[in-house]
């Protein structure tokens, strides 16, 4: 179940605040300002900072 679009409007960057998308393969949440990835492990979003995986450029 891909996450529903009033959670996505509510999430923020745990780290930053900012906004976050969700990934093409809709598995993790990213914050392009922080350049990291939030998995979504059984439709929950991890979003914990130390959880977060960097994103290579």
């Known amino acids: 179940m891909p996450i529903k679009?009033?959670?996505?409007?509510i999430l923020c960057c745990p780290k930053c605040k900012g906004?976050?998308?969700l990934n093409e393969s809709g598995t993790?949440?990213?914050c392009d300002r922080c350049?990291?990835?939030y998995q979504i492990?059984?439709?929950?979003?991890?979003m914990?900072?130390?959880e977060a995986i960097p994103i290579k450029e």
């Open 48 to 50: 914990l900072i130390e």
């Open 28 to 30: 993790g949440l990213i």
């Open 35 to 37: 350049k990291l990835l």
């Open 19 to 21: 906004d976050i998308r």
């Open 5 to 9: 679009k009033e959670l996505l409007d």
């Open 41 to 46: 492990k059984d439709d929950i979003p991890i």
